[in-house]
């Protein structure tokens, strides 16, 4: 199947730093990348909807200035957590979806904590 | 609104026993998939099924089978002969609404195969 990698895989910031995360699709184009956030023992939830060359839709709830989404090509987005506070400490999955209708394949979650 | 319920939040089972993991669905589409993901300690999301709504015939890979039944909004998911590497959360999921890109996915739940 389709690989998603994600980097890095567990990161630990200080409050009020800045944290970026990578999403790849390695052996695939994605022109749509999504964002989840997974609290402990709890289920995903669709943060944002990363479009290849144009702004991010975001849920409702989500904070576009906190949350910074950038779809800078076909195999990458990035998602920036901005003066991150011990609130952000989740873990985040992003996920990208290939040429087949409504299949999507995850990167393996990067592990956030805020200290 | 698409809603997805997996009402056992967790289950344990020894090795060798049968399972089945229930998925129960509310949506107001006419055609939609439904998906199951499984979600091992790692933390990475593994795709298992895609199943549309027009075909309601079980499936079966492996040990896996997938039962849907769209009288009763359900598509339960049943392990055979389960082994400690089954041990993982399952979610099932659905596109929100049909057509979207977006997963709403269930709470989970969480199996534990014991040797």
């Known amino acids: 199947g389709a690989v998603v990698s994600q980097h890095p895989s567990r990161v630990i910031c200080k409050s009020g730093t800045s944290v970026k995360i990578e999403c790849r699709s390695l052996?695939?184009?994605?022109?749509?990348m999504f964002w989840y956030r997974q609290f402990p023992k709890k289920s995903l939830m669709l943060m944002a909807t990363?479009?290849?060359?144009?702004?991010?839709?975001?849920e409702q709830g989500v904070e576009k200035d906190k949350f910074l989404i950038n779809h800078a090509s076909l195999t990458l987005s990035t998602l920036t957590v901005t003066s991150a506070h011990p609130e952000d400490s989740s873990f985040y999955i992003c996920?990208?979806?290939?040429?087949?209708?409504?299949?999507?394949?995850f990167g393996p979650g990067t592990r956030l904590t805020v200290t | 609104a698409q809603k997805v319920t997996q009402a056992q939040t967790e289950i344990s089972v020894v090795e060798k026993e049968d399972v089945t993991l229930d998925c129960v669905y509310e949506t107001r589409d006419t055609t939609y998939y439904l998906f199951w993901y499984k979600q091992p300690p790692s933390g990475e999301l593994v795709f298992l099924i895609r199943?549309?709504?027009?075909?309601?015939q079980n499936e079966i890979s492996g040990r896996y089978s997938w039962n849907f039944q769209k009288s009763t909004s359900s598509f339960n998911f049943t392990i055979t002969a389960s082994q400690v590497v089954d041990s993982a959360v399952y979610f099932c999921a659905l596109p929100a609404p049909a057509g979207s890109e977006k997963l709403v996915f269930g709470k989970g739940t969480k199996l534990t195969v014991n040797p």
């Open positions: 996920s990208a979806r290939d040429g087949a209708l409504y299949e999507q394949y």
């Open positions: 990363s479009n290849e060359g144009s702004k991010a839709t975001y």
């Open positions: 199943r549309n709504s027009f075909d309601e």
């Open positions: 052996d695939f184009q994605a022109t749509t």
